[in-house]
């Protein structure tokens, strides 16, 4: 918790018999000083980790000043999406605060590209202290309010923000912010406009509006960490959102929304040539909630849904909506632009695939043994050919008696044969997107809970293994070995061992993932093509596997109770290094170029996995952890010019911010922070305070 709080309006928090300020709430936080009476204990770490905080429960707030406070020294912190920068470690020398009073006098009249301030999002209080705010939100010119949040991601990198908002007619849309880097080649608006240039793709998530975010007719560029690592803020106006597979009531209607997104992401990489390369449980939705819109035209490139199948009928196109839906096109890649992007390793840490996170090619035993395209018996059969034709099926099938696997000729020489000189080239691959649908599916259907099962209270050592593997996985640096990647354990199971994982009225849940895993863990970029290569091959057999399931299952569905998850960890190891789902709920897209991570264009979407991820409500937490022991004292403003500035969101409409207007030019601007040219502070919980030297 802070040491010391700068609010406004102090009176509206009540004092403890000690003195100190407790329950001060994130949205009412306007400065935060870490004073620590030792030299080496606490101050710059801790200070980081209150911004990062901070900054999750603050989209109004692009960047934020740290004031750490020791005997010998005080230092100021900046933190903005490019990272966070020190001052020196300045001497107290009463002769010379000049560095303390500009501190002090830039929370008022920040300096040009400290932008501590976007007046384009502001909270509105809510019933009491106590209760989240809500906020309003500005996009091309039009307000919305009510906004929650649905979605919080790291706060250096992108900062992805996403909330629920209502318009004046009080239908629902969602905002998305990120902070995009100047040097990012393919923007998410624009991906999108693509997809829909002849009319709607029917589960693809759809743009309303997408703006360069100004405050004070000056857009708001961060670069705290210099030019190169510069971001400007995005905002977007979605139609379209859903709920997490995680929500699924039950079992086949996760698995028609994993089919329709697999459907989805096949349209959209054949018709529209564009690799969405970020696949993951926070980017395929089901049970869609479609926007209100007229005079949308759908395009007829709309897939076919899952439901069509099933029922044995196709509706017409501006009626097919999908029990899916894809978001989040930012990591998207157009494949026939020239460029170097899928050589890029990008995707969720979680749910990335494997080669992709290694950024090499695989080669091992299992990665260049493949299976014939799996062919569909009985129903299912009757019902593909009635919804997509013969032709679509003959298209895809292994001739039989063939040495083919999904049209292709696996290699004949064992791994251990390979001559690793000859190995081919990463660039990520259409198959690597439908791994990281299986990790994806895996994930889901290993954490929802039967309606009819007991609850258990641990998981079984198997499963508690299994967990360790997929929540421990991260995107390995420059230097990696390959062992690195332990997920093949998962992929490898054998029947019995997947069974294991699962409670009785799930063994062919069971086996349904044993039969998908024997698909994706092939590496076919090994595969020698003979004129009949179908890109979305491997979506193909997925998607078989799931439809015979669908139907074999169609009056065997199992009720799921989306209230309960099953547990990761043993109950004793929640206090323990290895991450939770909770931690990790937030984990967001690393990019790194060629085979390191870092600072690369894109990168940054966060790889400390284990700090407390944003919870959707950050504003509900207190700055100070409600109920501490440790003093927190409130600092008043000094005027009510600046109250009304800053708690502009309480008014009818928004006021603009009356000490930042772009034609201005301070009486004294010497009072100001100067730039802060200080090394970079690392990411909260990593290095101590003796890693960051100023300058």
Known sequence: MPDLLGVYNVGDFNPAESGSYKGVPHHRVEAIVEAKPEKKYGGRRQATTYAYRHHQARPDHPAFYCLVVKPQWYQVLLSDPTGVVASAETPWDPDDLRLLAAYIYSHYDPPRGHFLWDDTIAWVPGATLDHPPTWKVKVQDQWYTQGQFIFIGEPWGRRTTILRVKDDSGGEIVIKEVYRHHKRRFKEEKILAGIHGDGDVLGVV???GADHVTTNNETIKCAARGEETERTKERFALLDSGCRLLDAKTVNEL??????ALEVHR????????????????NILMYPKWGGVSGRHVSEKTPVSIRDV???SKRPAEERF??????????????????????????TPLFIARSVSLGTVLLDHMSIRGKPMPRLTGDALYLYTTAYGQERYDRYNDKPGSPTCHGGLPPSLDADDFDETQKPHFFHRPEHDVESVYWTMVYALLRVQPAAAPRELDPSAASASVWNTLLSHHIPGENFDESDEKRHEIMNRLPRKWRDLFHATMQDVALLLWQVSQHVRSEYVWWTWE??????HLHEAVQRLILQYLVDHRDKDIKLDPSRRRPTAPRSAHQGGTPTPTQLSRLQATVASGNRTGDGVGSGRGAAATRNRGRGRGSRYAANRKGGAKTTTAAGGPSQQSVHSREQATTNEPVANSKRKSSSKPSRSSKRLKALSGEPVPPAGQGDDDDVDGS
């Not at 990591?331 to 632009?337: C, K, S």
């Open 206 to 208: 759809r743009l309303q």
């Open 267 to 282: 349209t959209v990489l054949l018709e529209r040539k564009v690799l969405h390369r970020d696949m993951s449980l926070y």
């Open 322 to 347: 999908p029990t899916c839906l894809v978001i989040d096109y930012d990591n998207a890649a157009e494949l026939d632009v020239s460029g170097g992007e899928l050589k890029d390793r990008t995707g």
């Open 310 to 312: 099933l029922l044995g």
């Open 531 to 536: 004129g009949n290569f179908q890109p979305d």
């Open 255 to 260: 698995l028609e929304a994993v089919y329709d």
